[in-house]
């Protein structure tokens, strides 16, 4: 797809022609990014062996550049139906700011750079990974899975998995139980985040032609496949305090967000009006980035916290 048509014109969206250095981090979808850096960062630092803090920092802006670079990447392919939908009509290809060769370019150069520089400086099993994830989520999320199947986020969500696991892997050079069970936890979370945004904004995804669950099976559906995934997520989120990755506050401190987070899918699930549903959905969604946030943070703080102790 070399060349995007998007029902927009430059006259009646853009602000200003040219891009602004502004325009090209938006590109990158810095708060997915944050996520990003952060859950990379904890498999950094919860890996076993020592890493050089300069290798260390390498390895992360090349973890953050590749996320970005994917984002460029979705944003140059998605500009369509980035164009048809509320919440993304003011991304910089939509407004005319950015042009779709552009935003193309710009996501190659920082493919190639990230894990080049990843593979290169610290090793290439980190690498790889990086360049898996790009892959996985240019072309199997965005052009393939995003505009044919509901199960879309379902598969598609291991592209955002892999952070944790890239890190461990630039500790260890390698992959280990530890760094699948993280890439586990952010996979399964990932269904149940992204039903809840798509409960609220399926009138969205239904102009821009994206076959989410709620528009292609139905609210209830939808509603359920939450249940049924938090229901799953939860005891995985608690299980690194059993195999040694997290201690007796990761336990403590997963199993009451656990609840948190299953008992709002339940309550999602039984309500009986569609302005409480939403209300639900909107507070399932807000929550869950502070779960998964959550848990990950426990995870660095108790490892931290046992590093200033030996």
Sequence with gaps: MSDVTVPYTRESLSEAPGGTVGDFIALMKPRVMSLVIFTALVGLVVAPGPLHPALAAIALLAIAVGAGASGALNMWYDADIDACMARTVGRPIPRGRVTPEEAFSFGMVLSIGSVLTLGVLVNWVAGALLALTIAFYVIVYTMWLKRRTPQNIVIGGAAGAFPPMIGWAAVTGGISIESILMFAIIFMW??????????????????????????????????????????????LAVAPAFIGLGGIAYGIISTVLGAIFLSLALALWRADEEAKRIQIAKRLFGFSILYLFGLFAVLLVERLAAGLMN
């Design 190 to 235: 990932t269904p149940p985040h992204f039903w809840a945004l798509a409960l609220f904004r399926a009138g969205d995804y239904e102009r821009a032609g994206v076959p989410m669950l709620p528009v292609v099976a139905g609210e209830k559906e939808t509603r359920r496949q939450i249940v049924i995934y938090s229901a799953l997520l939860v005891p």
